[in-house]
C-alpha cells in the first residue's frame, strides 16, 4: 500500500442555484473536502449556458494551488418497481387460493 497522491484532485458534490433577481446560476460546494467550508463557482446565464459544461476540475475557492473535481451527488437507489408490487400481490392471491382448496 502506497501513500495518498496529496496532489490528487478531490471529489466535491455541488447543487446547482440561481442568484435570485438575476440570470445568474452558481453550482455550490456545500462541503469543501480541504476547508469544510461552502464555496461557490459559477455555471453561467440561465438563458443560454448549459451549467454542465462547468463540472469537471476546477481550483478550490480556499486555496486555488488546489483543485478538487465538481460533482453531481449520487442518487438514491429507486425502490421496487410496479411490476414487483404486482408480483407480490399474485404470489400473496395463489396462496390464498392454495388455502381454500385444502
Known sequence: MGKRDQ???????????????????????EDCPYCGGR????????RNADPGERLGEQPAACDPARTYELLLPPRPKKKAGKQERRKERREGKRRDIDDENW
Do not use: E, K, Q, Y
Request: aromatic letters at 12%; glycine letters at 6%.
Open 7 to 29: 496532489n490528487a484532485a478531490h471529489t466535491a458534490f455541488v447543487t446547482l442555484r440561481d442568484l435570485p433577481g438575476t440570470r445568474v446560476m452558481f453550482w455550490v460546494v
Open 39 to 46: 464555496h461557490f463557482h459559477p455555471a453561467g446565464n440561465l
